[in-house]
C-alpha cells in the first residue's frame, strides 16, 4: 500500500459510519466479565470529575470574596480567606490525585481486556498468517501493543473531559448568567450578555480551529505508520544480521533504512507545518480570551454597577464557559490523535473480519483414516495455475514422497493441507489423527531448549529423560546439558542443528501422520538418513508425506508422486 492508501481505504469503508464503528470497538468491555470493577471505577472516577468542578465553582465563589475584601482592605477577612483557600486547595490536590489513580488503574484494565481479546482473534482462523500474506493490514504488533494503549487512555481522557466540560459550562454558565446582567445593543436588551459572548468566541474559534488542523488526522495515522514501519526495518536487519554480513550489504540496509527515515522525516514536518498555524491560533485565541471579559465587563465596573469582587467574579465564570465551549479547540490535536488510533484499529478488525468471513476456497476437513485430495486446483494470486485437478490417496502408514520442479507447488500442496492456502477449488480430507507439520525453517520459540523441544505443547507433558533421549537421537549430544538453559536457539543453532532439532520435536511429539516440507535441507545426506529412519524404527506405523528434491529420499518412501504441469503424477519407485 502506499502511504495513503490505508488511510483513504478506511475513510471510504467507514464514512458515515465511524462513531458507531468505534461505539462498537468500545462496549464489549462494559458488558464483559469485568463489567462489575469497570462500572464502578468508572462511577468513582466520574465522581471525582464532578467533584473537581464543585472545587472550581467553589473557588469562584472565593474570587468573589477575596477580591472585595482586597478592594475594602479588610485585613482579618483576607487572612481567613487565604487560610480558607488552603482547606480547599487541600481537598481538590486530595481529589486530583485519586481521579489519576483510579483513572490509570481503569486505563490499565481495560487495555489488558482489550490485549487479550486481540491476541485471541489475531491468532484465530490464522488471522495472523493471512493478513501478512495478503498485505491486508501492516504491522498489527503495533496496532495491538501501541494503538490499544492510545486508544483506552485517549478514550477515557477524552470522555472524561468532555464529562467534566459540560457539567462545568452548565454550572458556570448559571453563575456567568446571573453575575453579567444585561446590556442593551440597537435598543434590543441582551440578558446574560457575558454567556453569549463567551458562546459566541467560542463557537467561531472552534470552526476556525477545525479548518486549520483537520489535517491532523490523516498526517497523525501516517505517522504511526512510518514509525512502525521503521521500526520493523530495524527488527529485519538484527533477524538477518549474519545473512546482511555475509553479503557487505551494509549500504544497501543503510539506503533502506534512510529511505524509511525519510518518510517518517517527511511527515513529521507536514504535522510540524499544520501544528505551527494551529498554535498560532490557539495561542492567541488564549491569550486574546485573558482580556476579552474585562473588555466586555469593563463599562459595568467603570460606571458603578458591579464592584471589584464582581468583577473578579465574571471574569472567572466567563474563563471557565469560554473555556468549556473551547474544549474542541484546546483537545483538536488529542482528538485528530484518538481519530487516527481508531482509524487504524477499525482497518485492522476490518482485516480480521474479511478473513474470518472469506468463505474457503478449498475444503480441508478432518474426516476418516486417509488423506483423500480430490479434484484439487491451487492458484497464485497472479492468476497462474500450480494445480488444475489433483487427485492422490495416501492409506494409513504409508510413505510418500512429493516432488516437482521449483515453483511447481510442492509446498503450496502442504500449506493447502494445513489450511493456509485460500485460492483453488476442490477438497483436501486429512486424516482425523494426531498430525504434525515440519516445515523447512522450524520455529524455535525465545525460552529453555526444553521448550523449544515441546513446542507447541508445555515443557511439562515429557519426562526430563525422554529429551535427552531425542536429543542423542538426533545427533545433538552437545545440547543435553543446556535443557533447562533459556536463549535465543534460533539465532545460536545452524540451520542444520535447527532441523535436527525439528525431528527431535517429532520424535517426542509421536505424531501417527507427518507432513515434512524440505525438513532435511539443510543437512547432508548421513544426517537425513540416519533421522529418517530414527522416525520410521521409533514411531512404527507412521504415516510420512514429505517435500524433497534429492533422490537419495526415495528409498525412505513406498510411493513417489511428482507435480508436473499441474498434475499430480504417481512415479515409479527405483
Same mark, same amino acid.
Request: aromatic fraction near 12%; include cysteine.
Given at each position: 500500500?502506499?502511504?495513503?492508501?490505508?488511510?483513504?481505504?478506511?475513510?471510504?469503508?467507514?464514512?458515515?459510519?465511524?462513531?458507531?464503528?468505534?461505539?462498537?470497538? /468500545?462496549?464489549?468491555?462494559?458488558?464483559?466479565?469485568?463489567?462489575?470493577?469497570?462500572?464502578?471505577? %468508572?462511577?468513582?472516577?466520574?465522581?471525582? =470529575?464532578?467533584?473537581?468542578?464543585?472545587?472550581?465553582?467553589?473557588?469562584?465563589?472565593?474570587?468573589?470574596?477575596?477580591?472585595?475584601?482586597?478592594?475594602?482592605?479588610?485585613?482579618?477577612?483576607?487572612?481567613?480567606? +487565604?487560610?480558607?483557600?488552603?482547606?480547599?486547595?487541600?481537598?481538590?490536590?486530595?481529589?486530583?490525585?485519586?481521579?489519576?489513580?483510579?483513572?490509570?488503574?481503569?486505563?490499565?484494565?481495560?487495555?489488558?481486556?482489550?490485549?487479550?481479546?486481540?491476541?485471541?482473534?489475531?491468532?484465530?482462523?490464522?488471522?495472523?498468517?493471512?493478513?501478512?500474506?495478503?498485505?491486508?493490514?501492516?504491522?498489527?504488533?503495533?496496532?495491538?501493543?501501541?494503538?490499544? #494503549?492510545?486508544?483506552?487512555?485517549?478514550?477515557?481522557?477524552?470522555?472524561?473531559?468532555?464529562?467534566?466540560? *459540560?457539567?462545568?459550562?452548565?454550572?458556570?454558565?448559571?453563575?456567568?448568567?446571573?453575575?453579567?446582567?444585561? !446590556?442593551?445593543?440597537?435598543?434590543?436588551?441582551?440578558?446574560?450578555?457575558?454567556?453569549?459572548?463567551?458562546?459566541?468566541?467560542?463557537?467561531?474559534?472552534?470552526?476556525?480551529?477545525?479548518?486549520?488542523?483537520?489535517?491532523? +488526522?490523516?498526517?497523525?495515522?501516517?505517522?504511526?505508520?512510518? $514509525?512502525?514501519?521503521?521500526?520493523?526495518?530495524?527488527?529485519?536487519? @538484527?533477524?538477518?544480521?549474519?545473512?546482511?554480513?555475509?553479503?557487505?550489504?551494509?549500504?544497501?540496509?543503510?539506503?533502506?533504512?534512510?529511505?524509511?527515515?525519510?518518510?517518517?522525516?517527511?511527515?513529521?514536518?507536514?504535522?510540524?507545518?499544520?501544528?505551527? @498555524?494551529?498554535?498560532?491560533?490557539?495561542?492567541?485565541? =488564549?491569550?486574546?480570551? /485573558?482580556?476579552?471579559?474585562?473588555?466586555?465587563?469593563?463599562?459595568?465596573?467603570?460606571?458603578?454597577?458591579? $464592584?471589584?469582587?464582581?468583577?473578579?467574579? /465574571?471574569?472567572?465564570?466567563?474563563?471557565?464557559?469560554?473555556? #468549556?465551549?473551547?474544549?474542541?479547540?484546546?483537545?483538536?490535536?488529542?482528538?485528530?490523535?484518538?481519530?487516527?488510533?481508531?482509524?487504524?484499529?477499525?482497518?485492522?478488525?476490518?482485516?480480521?473480519?474479511?478473513?474470518?468471513?472469506?468463505?474457503?476456497?478449498?475444503?480441508?476437513?478432518?474426516?476418516?483414516?486417509?488423506?483423500?485430495?480430490?479434484?484439487?486446483?491451487?492458484?497464485?494470486?497472479?492468476?497462474?495455475?500450480?494445480? +488444475?485437478?489433483?487427485?492422490? /490417496?495416501?492409506?494409513?502408514?504409508?510413505?510418500?514422497?512429493?516432488?516437482?520442479?521449483?515453483?511447481?507447488?510442492?509446498?503450496?500442496? %502442504?500449506?493447502?493441507?494445513?489450511?493456509?492456502?485460500?485460492?483453488?477449488?476442490?477438497? !483436501?480430507? %486429512?486424516?482425523?489423527?494426531?498430525?504434525?507439520?515440519?516445515?523447512?525453517?522450524?520455529?524455535?520459540?525465545?525460552?529453555?531448549?526444553?521448550?523449544?523441544?515441546?513446542?507447541?505443547?508445555?515443557?511439562? *507433558?515429557?519426562?526430563?529423560?525422554?529429551?535427552?533421549?531425542?536429543?542423542?537421537?538426533?545427533?545433538?549430544?552437545?545440547?543435553? =546439558?543446556?535443557?533447562?538453559?533459556?536463549?535465543?536457539?534460533?539465532?545460536?543453532?545452524?540451520?542444520?542443528?535447527?532441523?535436527?532439532?525439528?525431528?527431535?520435536?517429532?520424535?517426542?511429539?509421536?505424531?501417527?501422520?507427518?507432513?515434512?516440507?524440505?525438513?532435511?535441507?539443510?543437512?547432508?545426506?548421513?544426517?537425513?538418513?540416519?533421522?529418517?529412519?530414527?522416525?520410521?524404527?521409533?514411531?512404527?506405523?507412521?504415516?510420512?508425506?514429505?517435500?524433497?528434491?534429492?533422490?537419495? %529420499?526415495?528409498?525412505?518412501?513406498?510411493?513417489?508422486?511428482?507435480?508436473?504441469?499441474?498434475?499430480?503424477?504417481?512415479?515409479?519407485?527405483?
Amino acid at each position: 500500500m502506499n502511504q495513503n492508501a490505508e488511510y483513504s481505504a478506511v475513510n471510504d469503508a467507514v464514512r458515515g459510519q465511524f462513531f458507531r464503528r468505534t461505539w462498537a470497538m /468500545i462496549t464489549p468491555y462494559w458488558r464483559s466479565e469485568e463489567k462489575g470493577k469497570a462500572w464502578l471505577l %468508572l462511577a468513582a472516577v466520574i465522581g471525582l =470529575s464532578l467533584f473537581s468542578v464543585a472545587i472550581s465553582v467553589w473557588i469562584n465563589h472565593w474570587y468573589k470574596d477575596f477580591y472585595n475584601a482586597l478592594e475594602r482592605k479588610d485585613t482579618a477577612a483576607f487572612w481567613q480567606l +487565604i487560610g480558607y483557600f488552603g482547606g480547599i486547595a487541600a481537598v481538590a490536590i486530595l481529589g486530583a490525585v485519586y481521579r489519576l489513580y483510579l483513572t490509570q488503574m481503569l486505563t490499565i484494565r481495560w487495555r489488558a481486556w482489550l490485549t487479550e481479546k486481540h491476541f485471541a482473534r489475531w491468532l484465530a482462523d490464522k488471522n495472523y498468517y493471512q493478513l501478512e500474506q495478503g498485505g491486508y493490514t501492516d504491522n498489527p504488533d503495533q496496532r495491538i501493543s501501541e494503538d490499544l #494503549n492510545n486508544f483506552t487512555s485517549s478514550t477515557l481522557g477524552l470522555g472524561l473531559g468532555l464529562l467534566r466540560n *459540560v457539567v462545568s459550562l452548565v454550572s458556570f454558565s448559571i453563575i456567568l448568567w446571573g453575575v453579567s446582567g444585561s !446590556i442593551e445593543v440597537f435598543g434590543i436588551t441582551i440578558p446574560g450578555y457575558m454567556f453569549w459572548c463567551a458562546l459566541v468566541y467560542a463557537g467561531v474559534g472552534s470552526w476556525l480551529t477545525h479548518l486549520i488542523g483537520r489535517r491532523l +488526522i490523516g498526517l497523525s495515522n501516517q505517522q504511526q505508520r512510518f $514509525e512502525a514501519d521503521l521500526r520493523f526495518s530495524m527488527v529485519r536487519v @538484527r533477524e538477518n544480521a549474519e545473512s546482511i554480513a555475509l553479503y557487505n550489504g551494509e549500504p544497501n540496509e543503510n539506503q533502506r533504512l534512510s529511505a524509511r527515515f525519510g518518510k517518517v522525516w517527511h511527515n513529521f514536518w507536514d504535522i510540524m507545518k499544520v501544528s505551527k @498555524r494551529l498554535t498560532f491560533f490557539t495561542a492567541g485565541y =488564549s491569550q486574546i480570551a /485573558i482580556i476579552f471579559p474585562f473588555i466586555v465587563a469593563a463599562p459595568r465596573y467603570f460606571t458603578g454597577k458591579i $464592584e471589584l469582587g464582581e468583577l473578579m467574579q /465574571i471574569n472567572s465564570a466567563f474563563g471557565n464557559v469560554q473555556e #468549556n465551549f473551547s474544549w474542541f479547540i484546546n483537545a483538536y490535536s488529542d482528538l485528530a490523535g484518538w481519530r487516527a488510533t481508531s482509524d487504524r484499529l477499525l482497518s485492522f478488525h476490518q482485516a480480521m473480519s474479511e478473513n474470518e468471513q472469506r468463505p474457503a476456497a478449498i475444503d480441508v476437513r478432518a474426516q476418516g483414516e486417509r488423506l483423500v485430495v480430490q479434484g484439487l486446483g491451487m492458484s497464485l494470486a497472479d492468476g497462474r495455475h500450480l494445480l +488444475i485437478d489433483g487427485n492422490m /490417496i495416501v492409506d494409513p502408514g504409508q510413505r510418500l514422497m512429493l516432488s516437482g520442479r521449483s515453483g511447481s507447488g510442492k509446498s503450496t500442496l %502442504l500449506r493447502a493441507m494445513g489450511h493456509l492456502w485460500p485460492a483453488g477449488h476442490g477438497s !483436501i480430507r %486429512l486424516p482425523a489423527a494426531r498430525y504434525l507439520f515440519l516445515p523447512q525453517k522450524p520455529y524455535l520459540p525465545i525460552g529453555t531448549l526444553k521448550t523449544v523441544l515441546s513446542y507447541p505443547q508445555d515443557d511439562s *507433558v515429557y519426562p526430563a529423560q525422554r529429551y535427552a533421549q531425542v536429543l542423542e537421537t538426533c545427533r545433538l549430544p552437545q545440547l543435553v =546439558s543446556r535443557l533447562d538453559e533459556a536463549n535465543h536457539w534460533q539465532r545460536m543453532l545452524s540451520p542444520g542443528e535447527q532441523q535436527r532439532l525439528a525431528f527431535a520435536r517429532a520424535l517426542l511429539f509421536a505424531p501417527q501422520w507427518l507432513y515434512m516440507d524440505e525438513a532435511t535441507s539443510a543437512m547432508d545426506e548421513e544426517d537425513e538418513a540416519m533421522l529418517y529412519q530414527a522416525l520410521i524404527d521409533e514411531l512404527p506405523g507412521l504415516s510420512i508425506v514429505s517435500v524433497g528434491h534429492r533422490s537419495s %529420499l526415495k528409498r525412505f518412501h513406498e510411493r513417489h508422486v511428482r507435480i508436473e504441469n499441474g498434475q499430480l503424477q504417481e512415479q515409479p519407485v527405483s
